[in-house]
């Protein structure tokens, strides 16, 4: 179970560092995103003035940067984050801060995620993205005391959530695990992550696998029917049945 919860995890780490500024502006409303020509030309012509960056301007570089960063074209936002970094303009300390965080998401270097979002937190104390970011982290480290409480602090993101109740597993701080997954029983059947870590809570020793089975079905109905997570619940809503099974056989033998 334990390699299965390092797998979510992972997928958490690389998917779950959310924008600084894109929380408070709707994508629709900062326009297309920019190809990488149209980004050196408006910096070029001072259409985006790093020196001076502003919130929208900011907002606009990271959702156009996000996507090169998925799609590894590094060295572009690299350059980008190096110029960033040179300018005195609040907007782009920390954008540059949290492109790099992105950027080492992706190649899985989880020490400099830690030093830029603890930056980010220095100058923006309240930034959830970069909590979520150090308490997954942490989570993957096996740090559970430093996860918890930047997890705690933003548990009303899913993803948060899951890692929460991941950790306090972890921790076999199962009174908590219990009221984490009762009081957010919605949001269990909507995000499959969550489900998965309150079904394994209530079927390891076996000892409610029919509340698992309830929360995984539950969570289930709401996947499409060719996705990573409708498979991930199959194998596990399986993976219980084959274990009530057999434990039934071994009490029956004795």
Same mark, same amino acid.
């Given at each position: 179970?334990? /390699?299965?919860?390092?797998? &979510? ?9 959310? +924008? ?18 149209? @980004? ?28 090169? @960063? ?7 936002? /690299?350059?980008? *984050? ?6 005195? %303009?609040? $907007?782009?300390? &920390? ?6 965080? #992105? ?13 830029? +979002?603890?930056?980010?937190?220095? *100058?923006?104390?309240?930034?959830? +993205? =970069? ?5 997954? @982290? ?26 929460? *109740?991941?950790? $306090? ?25 969550? =489900? ?7 079927? #390891? ?12 079905? %539950? /969570? ?8 990573? %997570? /409708?498979?991930?619940?199959?194998? %596990? @809503? !399986?993976? &219980? ?6 434990? !039934? ?6």
């Amino acid at each position: 179970m334990l /390699s299965k919860l390092k797998m &979510i995890l992972i997928a958490l780490l690389l998917n779950g560092c959310a +924008s600084t500024f894109s929380a408070r502006t709707a994508p629709a409303e900062l326009g297309p995103q920019l190809a990488w020509d149209e @980004i050196l030309l408006q910096l070029q012509t001072g259409k985006i003035d790093i020196k001076k960056l502003s919130e929208p301007d900011a907002e606009r570089l990271e959702q156009s940067l996000r996507p090169m @960063i998925k799609k590894g074209d590094w060295a572009r936002v /690299s350059y980008i *984050i190096e110029r960033l970094r040179r300018s005195p %303009a609040p $907007h782009a300390k &920390i954008l540059s801060l949290n492109l790099g965080a #992105q950027l080492a998401f992706e190649q899985k270097d989880f020490m400099l995620v830690e030093k830029n +979002s603890l930056a980010i937190l220095d *100058i923006q104390p309240e930034n959830n +993205s =970069a909590k979520l970011s150090l308490g997954l @982290i942490y989570l993957y480290g096996s740090q559970f005391a430093k996860a918890i409480p930047y997890l705690n602090d933003v548990k009303e993101n899913p993803k948060a959530l899951s890692a929460l *109740i991941s950790a $306090h597993r972890q921790t076999e701080n199962n009174d908590l695990v219990d009221a984490l997954c009762e009081k957010y029983q919605e949001e269990a059947s909507q995000t499959w992550e969550i =489900a998965y870590n309150c079904s394994l809570f209530e079927a #390891q020793n076996m000892q409610s696998p029919d509340k698992a089975l309830k929360i995984l079905n %539950a /969570s289930l109905m709401r996947q499409a029917d060719d996705s990573d %997570a /409708s498979r991930e619940l199959r194998k %596990a @809503i !399986t993976q &219980i049945e084959v274990a009530r099974i057999q434990k !039934t056989r071994n009490e029956e033998a004795m």
